[in-house]
């Protein structure tokens, strides 16, 4: 008979090695020395002491948690109660409500609008862009709820009822009347199933009520196809009224305390966002309120639409800076063929070349928010037009790529779904998606430019401050002009002009950023060369180790 060790463990197959730490308990703001570098650059460096104190909340584990459980439990849509009352309810886990609440709390919905300085914008950006990193779904009602304002300012009797409520630091999901509750959240329906970039072929329609002149009430009839974060307060929609397209604040609940016919039909299943519950949705004679003006609406709307594009800028440079962090903290831990992934050039290679993703990503993204921040001054304003589009075309284009690239530096495990690249890289295509995709944002680029040239001359101007600091990029520049002067085809060339657009933009911002070896690196791979650059294709002689460092989220 053999002789049993009762102190060995027969079960025991083998000792866990050589696999990376889970990445917690490290301040996101802190070991980010891009996005530091970029708010200090743009008039946000008053608000250093709350983004460390911010930066530390988003690392905690707790916090990392809750965006994995937000995703794991997906929404869950009940139309009526048990006793068949219709209900238009989501339920989602407790985790995004958690979520909710952090954000709403921070004023991340509202603190630019609520107070107003030099640098709100940024300091907004900054927090948003950290608080975006533990999880982007929930980011969907946040930004609508802050991209509401200047469109509900438009009418002036709303705005007094409801931006008090719409602003306020606080998070009531409670499903019931807005009239009861002390905070607010707003989402909006647009997309129709015959048409979503082509919003005038909107076929829902909209008849005024008689009554209540002072807050121009109607009845809408018809369908949304793609309306995200349904358990919002109230929404902005676009209806066709006798005069024409027109905007209108749908609740969903009506001010006597009955339920707004405002019906959810489902939910979409999605690949990625899963977080966030996206509905198709009919109104049947639901009351809206106009915005601006009967036949007005795409203007009235478009407010808030500029500013989702601009948030789809700091929500798509987060998911760039996270899947970065993960890259290289990875790298730093795992070894293969005798030393660590960090330390084999090729890499080096690739981990530089992603974080100079996020440098330009996060250098353009802040840029906005200093326009932002002076919208009184006209050739900001003028800035901010082109540069809301271009931004939002490039950044949110480059994101799926750059998320399968930091993913496979994870090897296998960067696709397992306990890993959160899985969760980046599906939903790295949103935003790119959302609110205007891609050819939608070339072609608003060329718009902006015809109907208003200035724009373009503004964009020079800002681009002429680094005039002579680099060859190859006075060379961007000029070859820039030269391409936007040629008017053949322009719209069959509109990606390759915006391209051009975002990168000379990106690496003038670079250059005044005052970090040498990002600026230089950035121009020889990505203007120093006439096709795609691939990533991991960065030329020699450059200082990666210097770029690295700058993205470790434990050592800048
Ligand atoms: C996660 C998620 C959440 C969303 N939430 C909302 C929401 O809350 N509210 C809402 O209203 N909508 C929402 N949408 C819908 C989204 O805004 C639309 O899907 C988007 O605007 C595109 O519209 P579409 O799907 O009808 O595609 P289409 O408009 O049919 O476009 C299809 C493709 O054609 C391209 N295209 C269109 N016109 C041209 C042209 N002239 N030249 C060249 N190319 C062109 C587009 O760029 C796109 O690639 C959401 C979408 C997603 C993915």
Redesign the pocket.
């Known amino acids: 008979m053999r002789e049993v060790d009762p102190s060995a463990d027969s079960a025991s197959t083998h000792e866990v090695t050589n696999q990376t730490p889970p990445l917690a308990g490290h301040n996101l703001f802190a070991g980010d020395a891009a996005l530091r570098d970029a708010v200090n650059h743009n008039g946000g460096h008053w608000a250093e002491d709350d983004l460390q104190r911010y930066g530390e909340v988003c690392g905690r584990p707790e916090m990392i948690e809750r965006g994995f459980l937000a995703n794991e439990n997906k929404p869950r849509f009940d139309s009526h109660d048990r006793t068949g009352n219709r209900v238009d309810l989501v339920r989602y886990h407790p985790a995004y409500h958690q979520l909710m609440q952090l954000a709403l709390s921070e004023g991340l919905h509202s603190a630019p609008w609520t107070d107003p300085k030099p640098g709100a914008h940024v300091a907004r950006a900054a927090k948003y862009y950290l608080h975006s990193q533990l999880e982007s779904g929930h980011g ?1 009602p946040i930004t ?1 709820t802050f991209a509401s304002v200047p469109s509900l300012k438009l009418n002036p009797h709303l705005a007094a009822e409801w931006l008090p409520k719409v602003t306020a630091r606080g998070y009531d999901y409670s499903n019931r009347p807005y009239t009861e509750k002390a905070a607010l959240t707003i ?5 129709e199933k015959q ?4 919003v005038r072929a909107n076929t829902s329609r909209a008849v005024r009520l008689t009554g209540d002149g002072s807050l121009n009430a109607y009845e809408l009839v018809g369908h ?1 196809w ?4 349904p358990m919002c307060d109230a929404f902005l929609m676009l209806a066709q009224a006798p005069g024409g397209l027109s905007c209108f604040l749908v609740p969903r609940w009506r001010p006597d305390g009955s339920k707004n016919p405002l019906q959810v039909q489902r939910l979409k299943d ?1 690949s990625g ?1 899963v977080s ?1 519950a ?1 509905s198709e949705v009919e109104m049947r004679g639901a009351l809206g309120w106009l915005i601006g003006e009967e036949g007005r609406g795409v203007n009235a709307i478009i407010e808030m639409v500029s500013a989702t594009r601009f948030d789809c800028m700091i929500g798509s440079s987060a998911g760039q800076r996270q899947a970065v962090v993960q890259a290289i903290h990875h790298a730093a831990h795992r070894n293969a063929f005798g030393k660590t992934l960090l330390d084999q050039p090729l890499m080096q290679n690739v981990l530089a070349d992603l974080q100079l993703e996020v440098e330009g990503s996060i250098a353009i993204t802040m840029r906005m928010a200093q326009a932002l921040d002076h919208q009184d001054d006209e050739q900001q304003q003028l800035l901010m037009r082109l540069g809301t589009a271009v931004g939002k075309y490039w950044v949110c284009k480059r994101t799926p790529h750059h998320a399968y690239e930091a993913m496979e530096c994870l090897g296998g495990n960067g696709v397992v779904e306990n890993f959160v690249t899985a969760r980046l890289y599906r939903d790295a295509p ?1 935003n790119a ?8 944002q070339a ?1 608003d680029v060329l718009r902006a430019i015809g109907k208003t040239p200035a724009v373009l001359l503004a964009w020079y101007d800002e681009l002429e401050r680094s005039s002579g600091a680099d060859g190859h990029l006075d060379r961007a520049v000029t070859n820039l002009k030269n391409e936007l002067a040629n008017l053949d085809q322009l719209e069959y060339r509109a990606r390759h002009l915006v391209d051009r657009l975002a990168l000379t933009m990106q690496a003038h911002l670079l250059v005044q950023g005052g970090d040498s070896a990002v600026a230089e690196a950035f121009i020889a791979s990505r203007l120093d060369s006439d096709g795609a650059h691939s990533t991991g294709t960065l030329p020699i002689g450059l200082d990666t180790n210097r770029i690295i460092e700058r993205g470790n989220p434990l050592l800048s």
Do not use: H, P, V
């Open positions: 969907c609508m989402g909006m329906g647009m997309t048409g979503g970039s082509d949304k793609f309306m995200s974060a999605k966002n966030n996206s949103i998606i959302w609110e205007g995709s891609g050819n939608i072609l």
